[in-house]
């Protein structure tokens, strides 16, 4: 089992920045990527960007060069730095783990708000 709390969402004007962290407790050795995904209502759940453990990234296009995700693999915990914030960017923001061995996402967090607003 894999536990993850997200922390750090809040309101934020346009052009702000804001961290979000997620730190992973349990079978920690078990996990091969972890990601950042954000829902808003009414829509499906989108990934915003993910690591390996061996540091490899991928990005949704619409946050590249705006956000970076990083992995301190000694605290067990996943970042995702958010510059130029937009107000599209409002949304659920939710930490997400996969095992080795499996085809997705197959543990998540519960969530932390973003809000973008002047």
């Known amino acids: 089992q894999v536990q993850l709390v997200e922390s750090g969402g809040g309101l934020v004007q346009p052009g702000g920045s804001l961290t979000l962290s997620c730190a992973a407790s349990?079978?920690?050795?078990?996990?091969?990527?972890m990601a950042w995904y954000r829902q808003t209502p009414g829509t499906q759940r989108e990934l915003v960007a993910e690591i390996t453990g061996g540091g490899n990234t991928n990005y949704a296009n619409d946050v590249k060069g705006r956000f970076t995700i990083s992995l301190d693999t000694a605290k067990n915990t996943v970042y995702l730095q958010m510059n130029s914030l937009k107000p599209e960017d409002t949304a659920d923001y939710y930490c997400?783990?996969?095992?080795?061995?499996?085809?997705?996402?197959?543990?998540w967090g519960r969530g932390t708000q973003v809000t973008v607003s002047s």
């Open positions: 997400a783990a996969q095992q080795i061995g499996e085809n997705s996402y197959n543990y």
């Open positions: 349990g079978s920690i050795s078990s996990i091969y990527t």
